[in-house]
Nanobody, 119 residues
Framework: QVQLVESGGGLVQAGDSLRLSCAASERTFSPYFMGWFRQAPGKGRAFLGQINWSSGDTSAADSVKGRFTISRDNAANTVYLQMNSLKPEDTAVYYC????????????WGRGTQVTVSS
């Protein structure tokens, strides 16, 4: 099973931007979709958006639409989450995930990276 490793998290101030990366361990990595999720303290995991690995088409949750953008670099086996105008309520652990088989949902997950936004 492919390993996904997130990076780029940290402590930022409200209004700042941050770009998260998620790199896959396999050189032949070719999922159907890659997605980003987050889990805030005391809350469930929330879907942020996803990208079609082949076409690059993206979709985003209404909660972050216009502020967060997903992109990918197929050659580098990496997906990115660009986060702008960060708010304290964006504080969470951010996870990337992959859909390797259609109909199975997100079946590979990274361990997450912490993002903390101070007011």
């Amino acid at each position: 099973q492919v390993q996904l490793v997130e990076s780029g998290g940290g402590l930022v101030q409200a209004g700042d931007s941050l770009r998260l990366s998620c790199a896959a361990s396999e050189r032949t990595f070719s999922p159907y979709f890659m997605g980003w999720f987050r889990q805030a303290p005391g809350k469930g995991r929330a879907f942020l958006g996803q990208i079609n690995w082949s076409s690059g088409d993206t979709s985003a949750a209404d909660s972050v639409k216009g502020r967060f953008t997903i992109s990918r670099d197929n050659a580098a086996n990496t997906v990115y989450l660009q986060m702008n105008s960060l708010k304290p309520e964006d504080t969470a652990v951010y996870y990337c995930a992959a859909v390797s088989k259609l109909g199975k949902g997100f079946d590979s997950w990274g361990r997450g990276t912490q993002v903390t936004v101070s007011s």
